[in-house]
């Protein structure tokens, strides 16, 4: 299976993918066909990237909020 994804957002990517299912013949009591192509379609969510930017801005709130205090 071939699958490629695109970020649309530092915390958001779609991705799709493309593939070939080949169920080898052999088996006398297997008669149907199941080979046949597949495919995907995904949102990845990043939580880890979500936590980070939530956590640089709350960490500037407080740097400027202890700045404010000395300047004032």
Known sequence: MFTA????FR???LGAGLGLRFAPVG???MKENFNSL???ANM???FGEIYKMI??????????NKRS???G
Request: glycine content about 6%.
């Open 5 to 8: 994804e695109y970020k649309l």
């Open 11 to 13: 915390w958001l990517g």
């Open 27 to 29: 088996n006398k009591l």
């Open 38 to 40: 597949l495919w995907d």
């Open 44 to 46: 990845s969510i990043y």
């Open 55 to 64: 956590r640089g801005s709350i960490k500037k709130k407080q740097d400027n």
């Open 69 to 71: 205090k000395f300047e």
